[in-house]
């Protein structure tokens, strides 16, 4: 990773977040982009604290979850944060499996009704 920075719009722009979400997330301190007066600019490693704030929403982690799982790192170290990331990856995977099968009966029972109502119509003449 280079060392250059990112202004807070090119930071908006690369992870594709509004600036308020930017913002946010500075405000709950997962973020600590450096200040020049009233401009703001991420380092590399704000860079990459996003790219895994990203990765963890998108596996459905909550921000705290995030949060603290990023603070092991600065206060322990990568081995305590990798059995934490082992951890919440285990629960996450039952809990999305668990949603993966109900949305698959829900479909099942959509379909099912779907076809039912068809069935009623009368044919098209």
Same mark, same amino acid.
Request: aromatic share 0%.
């Given at each position: 990773m280079s060392d250059t920075r990112l202004t807070f719009k090119e930071m908006c722009a690369q992870f594709?977040? @509004?600036p308020r979400t930017l913002r946010y997330y500075e405000y709950i301190e997962l973020l600590s982009p %450096? +200040? %020049?007066g009233r401009n703001r600019f991420y380092t590399p490693r704000e860079v990459a604290r996003m790219t895994l704030i990203m !990765?963890? !929403?998108r596996f459905g982690f909550s921000l705290e979850e995030i949060r603290q799982w990023l603070e092991i790192y600065q206060k322990e170290g @990568?081995?305590?944060q990798l059995r934490t990331w082992l951890d919440m990856a285990d629960r996450q995977l039952v809990a999305l499996r668990t949603q993966a +099968? %109900? *949305?698959e009966q829900t479909i099942t029972d959509l %379909?099912? *009704?779907r076809a039912e109502a068809a069935a009623l119509l009368p044919p098209d003449s």
């Open positions: 594709d977040v @509004t %450096e +200040k %020049e !990765r963890g !929403r @990568t081995a305590p +099968k %109900e *949305l %379909e099912k *009704l």
